[in-house]
């Protein structure tokens, strides 16, 4: 059995107008110790997949599908069973270090009440235990600067605590919302090391989010690649890499840097925005900035899949694969039932 | 090393007070000069004589700068001189009697409106944009916009003539005595800081580090009280300086709706009878408070806050 398993995950938010459909339709499962990166362009929904998870949306927002924890729905428990779950068994790491934590209380504070309240620990232990997570994600002088506040840390260190803080529980799943984004290019370095090296110690599952495909080579088993709230493809590292079949995907590749290339010129952002979230149109997403796009394209495209589960939704076929028959991924009004 | 922050902020937010209490001083004893009259000016003119004698006593008959040093010079001795009105007392003795009237009934109001209001407005916030947050806020902004001099009456009114649960008035050290004017001086008050902390508590609450509070899967009274309490009052302290001032204006006019021998019923005769040197005490003793009250607002503040606590040390 999967850890987590997501099926069918929807996201909207009511807004003055309309509805913004954030997420529309995403299955992925991940297994313990396993690490799958979630990769796309800014507001293309990831942090609203896993907030959905985690039950935090805003309020406008609306959650429907499921995600299976351990077998158990966390989008119908109440924030009080939540509570159950989140912090102890799931824990976050999120996208801004510098307001993430609270200005107010002292690192200790926010660190040893996540311990006394859900493991019981006493004060004492609580601070031990937090000071001992400090140096494992070395923070030099753990003892004295456990008793500081935030904004005397850097960036990079505030970002340290905050793993620190979401690993005090040995959560069975990690959540990390582009973890290394707000930071300096060195400290994204050690930050994302730090992480894959405690990755290795522990059984613990992640889902890492990034907007940036190389940072999740190293670290990651499977990656899920998101347009617009939809999964277009998704598939092992090697799948990612080496035979990627999505004209996304590949547009993402040819926008990473490369050791072998010549940075200046081979850069390549994809040209073009995403759709207008409030009105999806209907077919793929990504018609209006692919260069392979064709007539057929304005009907929802199917989802190819190979045998070693290597999924891709495009009309362009899929070498080794057969057309899946899929529920999800149908955007906003589209019918599932008018797919080729 | 970290506390001298605060204490060098102390240091030198003290000392800037002395120069605002000389200003203060300064601007009324001229002020109250200029207002056409004088404390001996009676509907039958005093004989020439008498006249003469009164303002020699009591030197008004120095030149006005003369007069201003002399006072300065007597009110570093911490004596206000004495009341040209009520004879026999000094001021000092008159600010003494109807000081604790007032603080009880200011006081009093102030600690209500601090409670309930960001009570109120923490309820209307974690309500937001619900039929509670609406009615709440609807009254906070009635609250806000009726002033004492309405309420007052209405209250009198209906508990006082009509049920006869309250007196109308009048003065005893009693609850019975002080309910109506505390509850007059503390609506706008509670009514104010509601709004403040609703607002506050919104902000706060959408905040990120809130997020990471829910995400560590803390109860809600953990995230609240813990959480978001304390950077939700900051500006709830901030006002409770200028809502010093505001209540101590409001009690000049309670104090006399409910004739109650407060500073604010000395001030206000004082002022009408030109009774130069009590209206003076009186105004540098309010102003004293709330120059003080302003300042620890601020200590406060600075010591709630652990960016100012430490950055300017
Ligand atoms: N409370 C809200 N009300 C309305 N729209 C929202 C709300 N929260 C998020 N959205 C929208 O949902 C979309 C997806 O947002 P999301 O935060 O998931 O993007 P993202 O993929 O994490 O991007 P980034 O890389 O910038 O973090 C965005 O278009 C955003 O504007
Ligand atoms: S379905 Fe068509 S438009 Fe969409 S990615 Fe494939 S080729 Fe491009
Ligand atoms: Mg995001």
Redesign the pocket.
């Known amino acids: 059995m999967s850890l987590l398993e997501v099926k069918n995950l929807q ?1 909207s ?3 003055p107008e309309g509805e ?1 459909h ?2 529309n339709g995403i299955d992925f499962a991940v297994s313990t110790g396993e690490t799958l990166a979630i990769v ?10 896993v ?1 959905a998870i985690m039950g935090l ?5 609306r959650a429907s599908g499921q995600a299976l924890f351990k077998g158990e729905d966390l989008l119908q428990k109440t924030p009080r069973e939540l509570n159950k779950v989140r912090g102890s068994q799931i824990a976050m790491i999120f ?1 801004d270090p510098m307001t993430s934590l609270n200005p107010y209380l002292t690192v200790e504070q926010q660190m040893t009440e996540v311990v006394m309240y859900h493991q019981k620990l006493g004060r004492h232990e609580a601070f031990e235990h937090a000071v001992e997570m400090l140096r494992a994600v070395r923070i030099p002088d753990a003892e004295e600067r456990i008793h500081e506040y935030p904004h005397e840390y850097s960036g990079g260190m505030r970002q340290r605590v905050m793993i620190a803080m979401s690993l005090l529980c040995e959560p069975d799943l990690l959540i990390a ?2 973890p290394t ?1 707000a930071l300096d290019v060195t400290v994204q370095a050690q930050i994302t090391y730090l992480i894959g090296e405690l990755r290795k110690k522990t059984r613990m599952a992640m889902i890492l ?1 990034t ?1 940036d495909l190389a940072v999740v080579a190293g670290i990651s088993d499977r990656i899920l690649v ?1 347009y617009a ?1 939809q999964m277009v493809e998704s598939g092992t590292v090697e799948d990612i890499f080496y035979r990627a079949h999505h004209p996304y995907t590949r547009g993402l590749l040819a926008s990473v840097p490369r050791l072998d290339r010549d940075a200046s010129d081979d850069l390549q952002a994809i040209p073009g925005n ?1 759709p207008n ?1 409030l009105a999806l149109p209907g077919g793929c997403c990504f018609r209006d900035r692919c260069t392979q796009a064709q007539e057929i394209c304005s009907q929802p495209p199917p989802m190819w899949r190979d045998e070693r589960g290597h999924r891709s939704r495009c009309v362009l076929e899929m070498p080794d694969g057969r057309v899946e028959n899929d529920s999800a991924g149908e955007a906003g009004s589209a019918a599932e039932e008018s797919a080729p | 090393m970290k506390q001298t922050g605060l204490g060098h902020h102390f240091a030198s937010r003290l000392l800037s007070l002395v120069p605002t209490l000389l200003m203060l001083i300064t601007i009324a004893f001229f002020l109250i000069r200029v207002a056409p009259g004088g404390p001996f000016d009676t509907e039958k003119p005093l004989p020439q004589e008498i006249r003469a004698n009164l303002d020699a006593k009591y030197h008004l008959d120095e030149p006005l700068l003369q007069q201003y040093f002399r006072y300065m010079g007597q009110i570093v001795t911490l004596d206000f001189g004495p009341s040209y009105q009520y004879k026999d007392w000094t001021v000092n003795e008159l600010i003494a009697s109807g000081f604790p009237a007032s603080l009880a009934i200011g006081g009093t109001a102030m600690l209500l409106a601090f409670v309930m209001g960001t009570l109120i407005g923490v309820i209307a916030a974690i309500r937001q944009n619900t039929a509670v947050d609406y009615s709440i806020m609807g009254m906070a902004m009635m609250g806000i916009s009726i002033p004492n001099f309405v309420v007052a009456p209405l209250l009198i009114l209906v508990l006082a003539v009509y049920a006869g649960w309250l007196p109308a008035g009048g003065w005893e050290w009693s609850f019975r005595h002080m309910l109506l004017p505390v509850i007059t001086l503390a609506l706008p008050v509670i009514a104010y800081i509601a709004r403040l902390t609703r607002g506050s508590m919104i902000e706060v609450l959408h905040s990120n580090y809130i997020r990471t509070a829910r995400a560590k899967g803390l109860p809600e009274r953990i995230v609240l009280g813990r959480h978001a309490m304390k950077p939700a009052l900051l500006p709830v302290i901030s006002y409770m300086g200028p809502a010093t001032a505001g209540l101590i204006t409001g009690s000049v006019v309670i104090e006399r709706i409910y004739s109650i021998p407060g500073l604010g019923s000395y001030f206000v005769q004082g002022a009408l009878n030109r009774d130069y040197t009590l209206v003076m005490g009186v105004v540098i003793f309010y102003g004293v408070i709330i120059i003080l009250m302003n300042f620890i607002v601020d200590m406060l503040y600075a010591w709630l806050n652990p960016k100012i606590r430490f950055d300017e040390g």
């Not at chain 1, 796309?40 to 997949?49: A, H, N």
């Not at chain 1, 949306?57 to 927002?61: K, P, R, V």
């Open positions: 996201v938010f009511a807004t913004v954030a997420v796309g362009e800014s507001g293309s929904g990831k942090s609203q997949l907030m949306l805003a309020q406008n927002g996208q919302d582009e984004t989010i907007h998101m709230g995403p979230l």
